[in-house]
């Protein structure tokens, strides 16, 4: 199973960027997937997740109502919509995939992870 994210760069202050996650000789929608990320000298948090069951979705507090997940089944990949970016949502993002039935931003719940892609916000 390998999953590999991309799209990561720098944007100023209040701007977009789309990160895509994308599998290779597996389907994403079997499994739930899941953003995390990780700023220099935090801990890895979970952002937002998009269950296999039913296409529910999730999303940390602090990007409610900015990011936003969805899910291309004939593209096999996953979007991760940030919008009114903030110097804080600068980190390395990463994708994951989990075996789980229901939604989680819980990174233990996750089996599988791509490499990160990171996302720098500044002026």
């Known amino acids: 199973v390998q999953l590999q994210a991309f799209g990561g760069g720098m944007v100023q202050p209040g701007g977009s960027r789309r990160l895509s996650c994308a599998a290779s000789?597996?389907?994403?929608?079997?499994?739930?997937i899941g953003w995390f990320r990780q700023a220099p000298g935090k801990e890895r948090e979970g952002v937002s997740c998009?269950?296999?069951?039913?296409?529910?979705?999730d999303y940390a507090d602090s990007v409610k109502g900015r990011f936003i997940i969805s899910r291309d089944n004939a593209k096999n990949t996953v979007y991760l919509q940030m919008n009114s970016l903030k110097p804080e949502d600068t980190a390395v993002y990463y994708c994951?995939?989990?075996?789980?039935?229901?939604?989680?931003?819980?990174?233990?719940?996750?089996?599988?992870w791509g490499q990160g892609t990171l996302v720098t916000v500044s002026s």
């Open positions: 994951a995939a989990s075996l789980l039935w229901g939604s989680s931003l819980r990174a233990s719940e996750y089996e599988y």
């Open positions: 000789r597996f389907r994403l929608n079997y499994y739930t």
């Open positions: 998009i269950s296999k069951s039913d296409g529910s979705t």
